[in-house]
């Protein structure tokens, strides 16, 4: 089956450190092009990060440059975003998607972030 | 990277049509042929309708439809049904490798 499947998400304190995960299956990995989206409950989506199918295009949001990091690990078909210096404003779901023709076709079911003292 | 501008709600009668509007800049819905659309029902996550402006990935019904003029993109529904009531949002490519998407729009179907 093809799917995304988030996780690493959870309760932290504004300043700390957070890392979600995304793994992959039933599609080849390192054909695609993978990207973050996040959304507040309510609200519209946000776009966070992207990376290329080999790593060598990377991209942020001037929301969070300089404090989030995306990687992948296609020989575990895993995506990754670090996220450090943690605001209230961080706090949504996270979505993992899976690009195709600069178009996000497959999404995960997110994995929550909630940034709280 | 400022936010794409959508209506914040439209509506229509089962049956007629419905156009939700999308508009950028030049630097990004402007200057390049990649706005998608997506639909979202509560609780789900969102779904692509709409790839490269206009076309449509296997599977979307051809009820669904976008365009795109100068820095503004459309995406038409026609012949409307009341599972098309969902949020809709458009994304396009804004250069160095980011996107923006758009605010969405809350589709009621009367």
């Known amino acids: 089956e093809v799917q995304l499947v988030e996780s690493g998400g959870g309760l932290v304190q504004p300043g700390r450190s957070l890392r979600l995960s995304c793994a992959a299956s039933?599609?080849?990995?390192?054909?695609?092009?993978m990207h973050w989206v996040r959304q507040v409950p309510g609200k519209g989506l946000e776009w966070v990060s992207g990376?290329?199918?080999?790593?060598?295009?990377?991209g942020y949001a001037d929301s969070v440059k300089g404090r989030f990091t995306i990687s992948r690990d296609n020989a575990k078909n895993s995506l990754s975003l670090q996220m450090n210096s943690l605001r209230a404003e961080d706090m949504a779901l996270y979505y993992c998607?899976?690009?195709?023709?600069?178009?996000?076709?497959?999404w995960g079911q997110g994995t929550m972030v909630t940034v709280s003292s | 990277q400022s936010a794409l501008t959508q209506p914040r709600s439209v509506s229509g009668s089962p049956g007629q049509s419905v156009t939700i509007s999308c508009t950028g800049s030049?630097?990004?819905?402007?200057?390049?042929?990649?706005v998608s659309w997506y639909q979202q029902h509560p609780g789900q996550a969102p779904k692509l309708l709409i790839y490269?402006?206009?076309m449509r990935p296997s599977g979307v019904p051809d009820r669904f439809s976008g365009s795109k003029s100068g820095n503004t993109a459309s995406l038409t529904i026609s012949g409307l049904r009341a599972e098309d009531e969902a949020d809709y949002c458009c994304?396009?490519?804004?250069?160095?490798?980011?996107?923006?998407f758009g605010g969405g729009t809350k589709l009621t179907v009367l």
């Open positions: 998607a899976k690009a195709e023709r600069d178009a996000f076709a497959l």
């Open positions: 039933g599609f080849t990995f390192d054909d695609y092009a």
């Open positions: 990376i290329s199918w080999n790593g060598n295009s990377i």
């Open positions: 030049g630097s990004d819905i402007g200057g390049h042929n990649y």
């Open positions: 490269d402006v206009n």
């Open positions: 994304c396009s490519y804004s250069g160095s490798y980011t996107w923006v």
